[in-house]
């Protein structure tokens, strides 16, 4: 059913930013709770963010707090991930998932994922 492409990861160097985008290019996302995850190699996959089926609430995961902004476009069927400040430890796969229940900051909570985006931040 829900088909998610995520986009927009690359190089940037440590102090920039980097905007990441989730496309489901099947069915509208409004119905969905949208999260935001992360795995490096040889480290388990972190909870990044989420945002509620509105959009009018979002949390964060404590490492990327006041960095990272989620948001949505229901109408575009996207979910973006604004990221700023970015620091070495950024570096990893992030990807998009989409699920039921919100708030969820668990990845067994998202029902369908995306093949995941390579973010690199040089120091």
């Known amino acids: 059913q829900v088909q998610l492409v995520e986009s927009g990861g690359g190089l940037v160097q440590a102090g920039g930013s980097l905007r990441l985008s989730c496309a489901d290019s099947?069915?509208?996302?409004?119905?969905?709770?949208m999260g935001w995850f992360r795995q490096a190699p040889g480290k388990e996959r972190e909870f990044v963010a989420t945002?509620?089926?509105?959009?009018?609430?979002?949390f964060y995961g404590d490492s990327v707090k006041g960095r990272f902004t989620i948001s949505r476009d229901n109408a575009k069927n996207t979910v973006d991930l604004q990221m700023s400040s970015l620091k070495p430890e950024d570096t990893a796969v992030y990807y998009c998932?989409?699920?039921?229940?919100?708030?969820?900051?668990?990845?067994?909570?998202?029902?369908?994922w995306g093949q995941g985006t390579q973010v690199t931040v040089s120091s």
């Open positions: 099947r069915r509208t996302l409004s119905g969905y709770v």
């Open positions: 998932a989409a699920g039921f229940n919100p708030r969820s900051a668990h990845g067994s909570d998202y029902k369908y």
């Open positions: 945002i509620s089926w509105s959009g009018d609430n979002t």
